[in-house]
Protein backbone atom coordinates (compact mmCIF):
# COMPACT_ATOMS: atom_id res chain seq x y z
CA UNK A 1 0.00 0.00 0.00
CA UNK A 2 2.70 2.72 0.55
CA UNK A 3 4.65 1.88 -3.14
CA UNK A 4 1.31 2.27 -4.12
CA UNK A 5 0.63 5.77 -2.58
CA UNK A 6 3.92 6.67 -4.03
CA UNK A 7 2.93 5.82 -7.63
CA UNK A 8 0.06 7.45 -7.62
CA UNK A 9 1.72 10.58 -6.38
CA UNK A 10 1.51 10.13 -1.88
CA UNK A 11 -2.01 9.99 -1.81
CA UNK A 12 -4.98 8.65 -4.04
CA UNK A 13 -7.48 11.80 -3.18
CA UNK A 14 -4.88 13.84 -4.92
CA UNK A 15 -5.38 12.99 -8.21
CA UNK A 16 -9.64 12.88 -7.69
CA UNK A 17 -10.32 15.69 -10.53
CA UNK A 18 -7.73 13.76 -13.17
CA UNK A 19 -8.95 10.15 -12.30
CA UNK A 20 -12.81 12.02 -13.14
CA UNK A 21 -11.49 13.33 -16.43
CA UNK A 22 -9.96 9.99 -17.52
CA UNK A 23 -12.98 7.94 -16.07
CA UNK A 24 -15.20 10.47 -18.22
CA UNK A 25 -13.21 10.26 -21.29
CA UNK A 26 -13.27 6.25 -21.07
CA UNK A 27 -16.98 6.50 -20.45
CA UNK A 28 -18.12 8.97 -23.33
CA UNK A 29 -15.07 6.70 -25.86
CA UNK A 30 -17.25 3.53 -24.85
CA UNK A 31 -20.79 5.26 -25.14
CA UNK A 32 -20.17 6.79 -28.71
CA UNK A 33 -18.57 3.84 -30.34
CA UNK A 34 -15.05 5.09 -29.91
CA UNK A 35 -15.68 8.67 -31.66
CA UNK A 36 -14.28 10.60 -28.33
CA UNK A 37 -10.78 9.80 -28.81
CA UNK A 38 -10.47 9.68 -32.47
CA UNK A 39 -7.73 12.64 -34.08
CA UNK A 40 -10.81 14.58 -35.71
CA UNK A 41 -12.86 14.72 -32.19
CA UNK A 42 -9.70 15.73 -29.92
CA UNK A 43 -8.63 18.85 -32.72
CA UNK A 44 -12.10 19.62 -32.42
CA UNK A 45 -12.25 19.36 -28.51
CA UNK A 46 -9.19 21.30 -28.05
CA UNK A 47 -9.70 24.13 -30.89
CA UNK A 48 -13.49 24.63 -29.77
CA UNK A 49 -12.43 25.00 -26.20
CA UNK A 50 -9.23 27.10 -26.46
CA UNK A 51 -11.01 30.47 -25.29
CA UNK A 52 -12.56 28.85 -22.17
CA UNK A 53 -8.98 27.45 -21.47
CA UNK A 54 -7.51 30.69 -22.01
CA UNK A 55 -10.18 32.85 -20.07
CA UNK A 56 -9.50 30.08 -16.84
CA UNK A 57 -5.96 30.59 -16.92
CA UNK A 58 -6.96 34.24 -15.78
CA UNK A 59 -9.95 33.84 -13.96
CA UNK A 60 -8.22 31.24 -11.56
CA UNK A 61 -5.29 33.83 -10.84
CA UNK A 62 -8.58 36.33 -9.78
CA UNK A 63 -10.08 33.55 -7.60
CA UNK A 64 -6.83 32.81 -5.66
CA UNK A 65 -6.45 37.03 -5.20
CA UNK A 66 -9.91 36.37 -3.50
CA UNK A 67 -11.54 37.99 -6.46
CA UNK A 68 -13.93 37.30 -9.31
CA UNK A 69 -13.91 38.79 -12.83
CA UNK A 70 -17.55 38.41 -14.37
CA UNK A 71 -16.98 40.83 -17.18
CA UNK A 72 -14.23 38.51 -19.76
CA UNK A 73 -17.36 37.35 -21.51
CA UNK A 74 -18.10 40.91 -22.58
CA UNK A 75 -14.25 42.04 -22.98
CA UNK A 76 -13.97 39.11 -25.34
CA UNK A 77 -16.63 40.01 -27.30
CA UNK A 78 -16.07 43.48 -27.66
CA UNK A 79 -12.20 42.92 -28.35
CA UNK A 80 -12.86 40.58 -31.10
CA UNK A 81 -15.69 43.02 -32.70
CA UNK A 82 -12.87 46.23 -32.66
CA UNK A 83 -10.54 43.19 -34.38
CA UNK A 84 -12.74 42.37 -36.90
CA UNK A 85 -13.91 46.20 -37.84
CA UNK A 86 -10.57 47.25 -37.65
CA UNK A 87 -9.10 44.66 -40.16
CA UNK A 88 -12.53 44.52 -42.65
CA UNK A 89 -11.72 46.68 -46.04
CA UNK A 90 -15.85 46.85 -46.35
CA UNK A 91 -17.01 48.05 -43.04
CA UNK A 92 -14.23 49.35 -41.21
CA UNK A 93 -10.40 50.50 -42.01
CA UNK A 94 -9.04 47.64 -43.58
CA UNK A 95 -5.57 47.19 -41.51
CA UNK A 96 -3.19 44.66 -41.81
CA UNK A 97 -4.11 41.40 -39.94
CA UNK A 98 -0.94 41.93 -37.38
CA UNK A 99 -1.55 45.21 -36.66
CA UNK A 100 -4.94 44.74 -36.27
CA UNK A 101 -4.22 41.68 -33.66
CA UNK A 102 -2.18 44.27 -32.22
CA UNK A 103 -4.50 47.03 -31.99
CA UNK A 104 -6.81 44.01 -29.87
CA UNK A 105 -4.23 43.47 -27.72
CA UNK A 106 -3.54 47.21 -26.32
CA UNK A 107 -7.53 47.61 -26.08
CA UNK A 108 -7.13 44.40 -23.42
CA UNK A 109 -4.80 45.99 -21.81
CA UNK A 110 -6.73 49.38 -21.46
CA UNK A 111 -10.18 47.78 -20.81
CA UNK A 112 -7.45 45.87 -17.65
CA UNK A 113 -5.80 48.98 -16.30
CA UNK A 114 -10.16 50.34 -15.86
CA UNK A 115 -10.61 47.47 -13.72
CA UNK A 116 -8.00 47.36 -12.08
CA UNK A 117 -7.39 51.03 -11.19
CA UNK A 118 -11.18 50.53 -10.11
CA UNK A 119 -10.50 47.49 -7.93
CA UNK A 120 -6.59 48.30 -6.58
CA UNK A 121 -7.14 52.08 -6.52
CA UNK A 122 -10.21 53.21 -6.18
CA UNK A 123 -11.21 49.91 -4.23
CA UNK A 124 -14.53 49.26 -5.33
CA UNK A 125 -15.35 45.15 -4.82
CA UNK A 126 -13.74 43.67 -8.25
CA UNK A 127 -17.52 41.71 -8.40
CA UNK A 128 -18.92 45.20 -8.68
CA UNK A 129 -16.13 46.73 -11.05
CA UNK A 130 -16.79 43.67 -13.42
CA UNK A 131 -20.51 43.36 -13.01
CA UNK A 132 -20.58 46.88 -14.72
CA UNK A 133 -17.94 45.79 -17.26
CA UNK A 134 -19.91 42.90 -18.30
CA UNK A 135 -22.33 45.31 -18.88
CA UNK A 136 -20.68 47.92 -20.11
CA UNK A 137 -18.83 46.43 -22.74
CA UNK A 138 -21.70 44.25 -23.73
CA UNK A 139 -23.30 47.24 -25.06
CA UNK A 140 -20.53 48.41 -26.75
CA UNK A 141 -20.03 45.38 -28.47
CA UNK A 142 -23.21 45.71 -30.20
CA UNK A 143 -22.85 49.57 -30.64
CA UNK A 144 -19.60 49.23 -32.58
CA UNK A 145 -20.84 46.26 -34.65
CA UNK A 146 -24.16 47.89 -35.30
CA UNK A 147 -25.33 44.03 -34.07
CA UNK A 148 -24.11 42.83 -37.76
CA UNK A 149 -21.61 39.80 -38.17
CA UNK A 150 -17.81 40.50 -39.38
CA UNK A 151 -15.27 38.84 -40.95
CA UNK A 152 -12.02 38.79 -40.26
CA UNK A 153 -8.61 37.78 -42.48
CA UNK A 154 -7.42 34.11 -43.54
CA UNK A 155 -4.44 34.66 -41.30
CA UNK A 156 -6.80 35.29 -38.27
CA UNK A 157 -8.47 32.15 -39.32
CA UNK A 158 -5.51 30.60 -39.38
CA UNK A 159 -4.51 31.26 -35.41
CA UNK A 160 -8.20 29.95 -34.59
CA UNK A 161 -7.89 26.91 -36.86
CA UNK A 162 -5.33 26.41 -38.61
CA UNK A 163 -2.86 23.56 -38.12
CA UNK A 164 0.98 23.01 -38.62
CA UNK A 165 1.69 21.97 -41.72
CA UNK A 166 5.25 23.58 -42.41
CA UNK A 167 7.20 20.14 -42.56
CA UNK A 168 6.66 17.61 -45.59
CA UNK A 169 4.79 14.55 -43.74
CA UNK A 170 6.10 11.37 -43.13
CA UNK A 171 4.40 8.11 -44.54
CA UNK A 172 4.76 4.72 -43.09
CA UNK A 173 3.00 2.20 -44.53
CA UNK A 174 -1.01 3.23 -44.72
CA UNK A 175 -0.27 6.08 -42.02
CA UNK A 176 0.56 9.69 -43.30
CA UNK A 177 2.20 11.17 -40.25
CA UNK A 178 2.20 14.95 -39.65
CA UNK A 179 5.97 15.76 -39.30
CA UNK A 180 5.93 18.91 -36.59
CA UNK A 181 3.58 17.54 -34.06
CA UNK A 182 5.33 14.12 -33.79
CA UNK A 183 8.26 15.65 -33.17
CA UNK A 184 6.37 18.27 -30.72
CA UNK A 185 5.12 15.25 -28.86
CA UNK A 186 8.88 13.99 -28.65
CA UNK A 187 10.32 16.83 -27.76
CA UNK A 188 8.11 16.99 -25.24
CA UNK A 189 8.42 13.40 -23.62
CA UNK A 190 12.65 13.92 -23.32
CA UNK A 191 11.95 17.45 -21.66
CA UNK A 192 9.43 16.28 -19.07
CA UNK A 193 12.39 13.33 -18.68
CA UNK A 194 15.14 15.53 -18.28
CA UNK A 195 12.94 17.93 -15.69
CA UNK A 196 12.10 15.47 -13.90
CA UNK A 197 15.45 13.51 -13.30
CA UNK A 198 16.97 16.51 -12.88
CA UNK A 199 14.90 17.52 -10.01
CA UNK A 200 15.11 14.08 -8.22
CA UNK A 201 18.85 14.61 -7.84
CA UNK A 202 18.26 17.74 -6.52
CA UNK A 203 16.64 16.50 -4.21
CA UNK A 204 18.84 13.40 -3.65
CA UNK A 205 21.38 16.26 -3.31
CA UNK A 206 19.79 18.31 -0.17
CA UNK A 207 19.25 14.92 1.48
CA UNK A 208 15.54 14.61 0.53
CA UNK A 209 13.17 11.37 0.81
CA UNK A 210 12.77 10.08 -2.41
CA UNK A 211 10.29 7.20 -4.13
CA UNK A 212 12.15 4.00 -5.07
CA UNK A 213 13.76 4.33 -8.32
CA UNK A 214 11.09 1.85 -9.71
CA UNK A 215 8.02 4.28 -8.67
CA UNK A 216 10.44 6.88 -10.23
CA UNK A 217 10.87 4.75 -13.30
CA UNK A 218 6.98 3.58 -13.64
CA UNK A 219 6.12 7.60 -13.59
CA UNK A 220 8.11 9.26 -16.02
CA UNK A 221 7.26 6.03 -18.24
CA UNK A 222 3.62 6.55 -18.10
CA UNK A 223 3.84 10.07 -18.22
CA UNK A 224 6.15 10.15 -21.73
CA UNK A 225 3.17 6.90 -23.01
CA UNK A 226 0.70 9.45 -22.32
CA UNK A 227 2.31 12.27 -23.99
CA UNK A 228 3.08 10.42 -27.22
CA UNK A 229 0.08 8.60 -27.44
CA UNK A 230 -1.75 11.73 -28.01
CA UNK A 231 0.92 13.28 -29.79
CA UNK A 232 0.42 10.02 -32.43
CA UNK A 233 -3.27 10.57 -32.51
CA UNK A 234 -2.71 14.32 -33.39
CA UNK A 235 -0.44 13.05 -35.93
CA UNK A 236 -2.48 11.01 -37.84
CA UNK A 237 -5.52 12.56 -38.22
CA UNK A 238 -6.85 13.56 -41.73
CA UNK A 239 -4.08 14.38 -44.21
CA UNK A 240 -3.94 18.31 -43.67
CA UNK A 241 -4.44 18.22 -40.25
CA UNK A 242 -2.35 18.23 -36.81
CA UNK A 243 -2.35 19.77 -33.85
CA UNK A 244 -4.29 22.88 -33.77
CA UNK A 245 -2.35 26.86 -33.35
CA UNK A 246 -4.79 27.51 -30.85
CA UNK A 247 -3.84 24.31 -28.95
CA UNK A 248 -0.07 25.42 -28.90
CA UNK A 249 -0.75 28.76 -28.17
CA UNK A 250 -3.00 27.29 -24.62
CA UNK A 251 0.67 25.22 -24.34
CA UNK A 252 2.63 28.57 -24.36
CA UNK A 253 0.09 30.35 -22.16
CA UNK A 254 -0.13 27.34 -19.16
CA UNK A 255 3.89 27.00 -19.50
CA UNK A 256 4.38 30.46 -18.54
CA UNK A 257 1.26 31.28 -16.31
CA UNK A 258 2.20 27.44 -14.32
CA UNK A 259 5.88 29.63 -13.75
CA UNK A 260 4.49 32.39 -12.92
CA UNK A 261 1.98 31.24 -10.48
CA UNK A 262 4.80 28.57 -8.82
CA UNK A 263 8.54 30.42 -9.05
CA UNK A 264 8.52 34.16 -9.24
CA UNK A 265 7.41 36.62 -5.97
CA UNK A 266 4.04 38.03 -7.63
CA UNK A 267 2.97 34.70 -8.07
CA UNK A 268 3.63 33.80 -4.03
CA UNK A 269 2.37 37.26 -3.46
CA UNK A 270 -1.30 36.35 -5.14
CA UNK A 271 -1.46 33.90 -3.21
CA UNK A 272 -0.65 35.23 -0.15
CA UNK A 273 -3.22 37.96 -1.43
CA UNK A 274 -5.97 35.56 -1.20
CA UNK A 275 -5.49 33.95 2.00
CA UNK A 276 -4.96 36.78 3.88
CA UNK A 277 -4.43 40.44 2.84
CA UNK A 278 -3.47 41.77 6.18
CA UNK A 279 -1.03 39.74 6.70
CA UNK A 280 0.42 39.79 3.60
CA UNK A 281 0.58 43.79 3.57
CA UNK A 282 2.27 43.09 7.11
CA UNK A 283 5.03 41.24 5.12
CA UNK A 284 5.47 43.82 2.98
CA UNK A 285 3.58 42.26 -0.35
CA UNK A 286 1.97 45.41 -2.39
CA UNK A 287 -2.21 44.44 -2.23
CA UNK A 288 -2.29 46.86 -4.47
CA UNK A 289 0.28 45.67 -7.13
CA UNK A 290 -1.64 42.22 -6.92
CA UNK A 291 -4.84 43.26 -7.04
CA UNK A 292 -4.06 45.36 -10.42
CA UNK A 293 -2.28 42.52 -12.13
CA UNK A 294 -5.01 39.79 -11.59
CA UNK A 295 -7.67 42.40 -13.19
CA UNK A 296 -5.09 43.43 -15.86
CA UNK A 297 -4.49 40.30 -16.65
CA UNK A 298 -7.84 38.41 -16.74
CA UNK A 299 -8.57 41.60 -19.66
CA UNK A 300 -5.29 40.86 -21.49
CA UNK A 301 -6.08 37.04 -21.50
CA UNK A 302 -9.69 37.89 -22.33
CA UNK A 303 -8.48 39.51 -25.91
CA UNK A 304 -6.08 36.55 -26.42
CA UNK A 305 -9.39 33.83 -26.27
CA UNK A 306 -11.10 36.94 -28.36
CA UNK A 307 -8.67 36.27 -31.01
CA UNK A 308 -9.00 32.82 -31.08
CA UNK A 309 -12.42 32.55 -30.95
CA UNK A 310 -12.62 34.80 -34.08
CA UNK A 311 -10.76 33.26 -35.91
CA UNK A 312 -12.05 29.68 -35.69
CA UNK A 313 -15.60 30.75 -36.00
CA UNK A 314 -14.34 33.16 -39.12
CA UNK A 315 -16.69 36.67 -37.99
CA UNK A 316 -17.17 38.39 -35.10
CA UNK A 317 -21.34 38.15 -33.78
CA UNK A 318 -23.41 40.18 -31.41
CA UNK A 319 -23.27 36.40 -29.46
CA UNK A 320 -20.05 36.44 -29.31
CA UNK A 321 -18.47 36.18 -25.28
CA UNK A 322 -22.15 35.18 -24.21
CA UNK A 323 -21.86 33.19 -20.51
CA UNK A 324 -17.88 32.83 -21.00
CA UNK A 325 -17.27 33.67 -17.63
CA UNK A 326 -19.59 30.79 -16.21
CA UNK A 327 -17.89 28.48 -18.21
CA UNK A 328 -14.27 30.06 -16.73
CA UNK A 329 -15.43 30.25 -13.32
CA UNK A 330 -17.22 26.44 -13.21
CA UNK A 331 -13.80 25.42 -14.67
CA UNK A 332 -11.48 27.07 -11.95
CA UNK A 333 -13.89 25.30 -8.96
CA UNK A 334 -14.07 21.89 -10.83
CA UNK A 335 -10.59 22.08 -10.81
CA UNK A 336 -10.41 22.54 -7.02
CA UNK A 337 -9.79 26.27 -6.50
CA UNK A 338 -11.82 27.78 -2.88
CA UNK A 339 -14.35 29.77 -3.32
CA UNK A 340 -12.32 31.88 -0.12
CA UNK A 341 -9.33 32.47 -2.40
CA UNK A 342 -5.99 31.46 -1.59
CA UNK A 343 -5.94 28.11 -3.30
CA UNK A 344 -5.88 27.07 -6.75
CA UNK A 345 -3.21 25.97 -9.30
CA UNK A 346 -3.26 26.20 -13.38
CA UNK A 347 -3.02 22.57 -13.63
CA UNK A 348 -6.05 21.90 -11.78
CA UNK A 349 -7.92 24.42 -13.42
CA UNK A 350 -6.71 22.83 -17.08
CA UNK A 351 -8.07 19.68 -15.88
CA UNK A 352 -11.00 21.32 -14.59
CA UNK A 353 -11.84 22.46 -18.39
CA UNK A 354 -11.33 19.80 -20.02
CA UNK A 355 -13.62 18.30 -17.82
CA UNK A 356 -16.36 20.90 -19.24
CA UNK A 357 -15.01 20.07 -22.79
CA UNK A 358 -15.06 16.41 -22.80
CA UNK A 359 -18.50 17.12 -20.41
CA UNK A 360 -20.45 19.09 -23.39
CA UNK A 361 -18.39 16.92 -26.65
CA UNK A 362 -19.53 13.50 -24.93
CA UNK A 363 -23.36 14.80 -24.75
CA UNK A 364 -23.36 16.55 -27.84
CA UNK A 365 -22.30 13.09 -29.56
CA UNK A 366 -24.84 11.06 -27.83
CA UNK A 367 -27.61 13.87 -29.12
CA UNK A 368 -28.11 15.34 -25.57
CA UNK A 369 -30.22 18.27 -25.87
CA UNK A 370 -29.13 21.59 -24.61
CA UNK A 371 -31.31 21.71 -21.64
CA UNK A 372 -29.94 18.69 -19.91
CA UNK A 373 -26.38 19.31 -20.79
CA UNK A 374 -26.72 22.86 -18.98
CA UNK A 375 -28.36 20.99 -15.93
CA UNK A 376 -25.64 18.53 -16.07
CA UNK A 377 -23.04 20.89 -16.11
CA UNK A 378 -24.85 22.78 -12.95
CA UNK A 379 -24.67 19.61 -11.01
CA UNK A 380 -21.49 18.94 -11.66
CA UNK A 381 -20.56 22.49 -10.92
CA UNK A 382 -22.12 22.18 -7.66
CA UNK A 383 -20.66 19.09 -6.56
CA UNK A 384 -17.46 20.03 -7.02
CA UNK A 385 -17.85 23.06 -4.94
CA UNK A 386 -19.78 21.12 -2.29
CA UNK A 387 -16.77 18.38 -2.25
CA UNK A 388 -14.67 21.64 -1.28
CA UNK A 389 -16.93 23.31 1.90
CA UNK A 390 -17.25 19.90 3.36
CA UNK A 391 -13.57 18.87 3.35
CA UNK A 392 -13.21 22.36 4.60
CA UNK A 393 -15.30 21.68 7.70
CA UNK A 394 -14.36 18.07 7.78
CA UNK A 395 -10.44 19.69 8.68
CA UNK A 396 -9.24 18.07 5.22
CA UNK A 397 -7.61 19.59 2.33
CA UNK A 398 -9.70 20.72 -1.06
CA UNK A 399 -9.16 18.38 -3.87
CA UNK A 400 -6.22 20.72 -5.33
CA UNK A 401 -4.20 20.65 -1.91
CA UNK A 402 -4.80 16.87 -1.87
CA UNK A 403 -3.74 17.25 -5.69
CA UNK A 404 -0.17 19.35 -4.76
CA UNK A 405 0.63 18.10 -1.46
CA UNK A 406 3.39 16.09 -2.62
CA UNK A 407 4.93 18.36 -5.13
CA UNK A 408 5.00 20.89 -2.17
CA UNK A 409 6.58 19.09 0.06
CA UNK A 410 9.30 17.72 -1.94
CA UNK A 411 9.89 21.74 -3.19
CA UNK A 412 9.89 22.13 0.87
CA UNK A 413 12.23 19.72 1.21
CA UNK A 414 14.69 20.45 -1.93
CA UNK A 415 14.36 24.85 -0.39
CA UNK A 416 15.65 23.65 2.99
CA UNK A 417 18.46 22.06 2.07
CA UNK A 418 19.43 24.13 -0.68
CA UNK A 419 19.28 27.82 1.43
CA UNK A 420 21.52 28.87 4.26
CA UNK A 421 19.90 27.71 7.94
CA UNK A 422 18.55 31.31 8.79
CA UNK A 423 16.93 31.55 5.62
CA UNK A 424 15.35 28.15 6.11
CA UNK A 425 13.57 29.49 9.09
CA UNK A 426 11.50 31.61 7.15
CA UNK A 427 8.26 30.96 6.65
CA UNK A 428 6.49 31.09 2.63
CA UNK A 429 4.36 34.13 2.04
CA UNK A 430 1.68 31.15 2.16
CA UNK A 431 2.70 30.46 5.76
CA UNK A 432 2.90 34.22 6.91
CA UNK A 433 -0.48 34.19 5.30
CA UNK A 434 -2.39 32.13 7.43
CA UNK A 435 -0.42 33.17 10.58
Not at 163 to 187: R, V
Not at 223 to 233: A, E, S
Not at 247 to 263: A, D, E, H, Q, T
Not at 418 to 432: I, M, T, Y
Request: a positive charge; glycine letters at 12%.
Amino acid sequence: MPALKQLLGGNLRQLAMVIVLILEILLFQFLTGGTVLSAQNLQNVLSGNTYVLILAMGMVLVIIAGHIDLSVGSVAAVIGIVLAKVTSEQSGAGLPWWLGIGVALIVGVIIGSWHGFWVAIVGVPAFVVTLGGMLLFRGMNQFIGKSLSIPVPDQVKFIGAGYMNWLPPIAIGNWIINSETIILAMIAALLMVFMRTRKRVRLAKAGAELPASWIFVVQVVFTCIIILLFGWIFATGRPGTSLPISGIIVILLFLFYNFLSRNTPLGRGIYAVGGNRVAAALTGISVRKVNFFVMFNSSVLAAIAAVCFVGRSGASTPFDGNLWELDAIASVFIGGASVWGGIGTLGGTMVGALVMAFLNNGLQLLGVGTDWTQMIKGLVLLLAVAFDVLSKKQGKPSIIGLFSATRKRNQASSDTALVPENDSKKESPEQEAKA
